[in-house]
């Protein structure tokens, strides 16, 4: 389902790109998105909703934004991004397990929960899974600071310590239960 032309995510994308514009763009960014995240989190609602998790908002080589919902009870395979991260959680929480790694195998993680609003930074060295512990859908807004679309970077299954490479389809097909 497309943005409504009235979509509130229209004019939070056009803020973090003009952020990400110039020096200091990590810290620029930073500053927009905990305003946007606290703004969302006041109105107490999804800043859009449907069925996908995720939507990809921008795509750019500097810059990569998407509108994450995650579904209650749900956990995500263990991944990188190999690029500073900025989440905003602003509706719910979010559990991220950031997992140690030995060469291309991963070790027991340590959780970390995350209740909204919050504004959390992993750096491009960081693996983790993330999981919806609640009982209802998140909200975040999810901004690479590279082209994360274009990224070849790592994945790890839930059956498995090892590297592979990802894939955005079996990622979100290896979405399983907490269990």
């Known amino acids: ?17 003009n952020a990400a514009k110039g020096p200091d763009a990590f810290d620029r960014v930073k500053a927009v998105l905990r305003e946007h995240t ?50 905003g959680i ?18 027991t993680p340590e959780r970390q929960d995350i209740a909204a609003p919050a504004v959390v930074h992993m750096t491009p060295d960081t693996v983790h899974a993330v999981a919806n512990t609640g009982s209802a859908r998140s909200g975040a807004l999810h901004v690479y600071l590279g082209n994360l679309t274009e990224t070849h970077r790592h994945m790890w299954s839930p059956d498995s310590t090892q590297a592979e490479p990802f894939d955005n389809e079996r990622y979100l097909a290896g979405a399983r239960p907490i269990g």
């Open 1 to 17: 389902m497309p943005l409504a032309a009235n979509s509130p995510l229209y004019a939070v994308t056009a803020d973090i790109v």
């Open 38 to 87: 606290d703004r969302f989190h006041a109105s107490g609602e999804l800043a859009h909703e449907e069925e996908d998790d995720e939507v990809l908002l921008h795509a750019s080589p500097d810059l990569t934004i998407y509108h994450i919902t995650l579904s209650p009870g749900l956990q995500y395979p263990a991944h990188n991004h190999l690029m500073d991260a900025l989440i």
């Open 90 to 107: 602003y509706k719910g929480s979010e559990t991220n397990f950031i997992y140690p790694v030995d060469g291309s195998e991963i070790d």
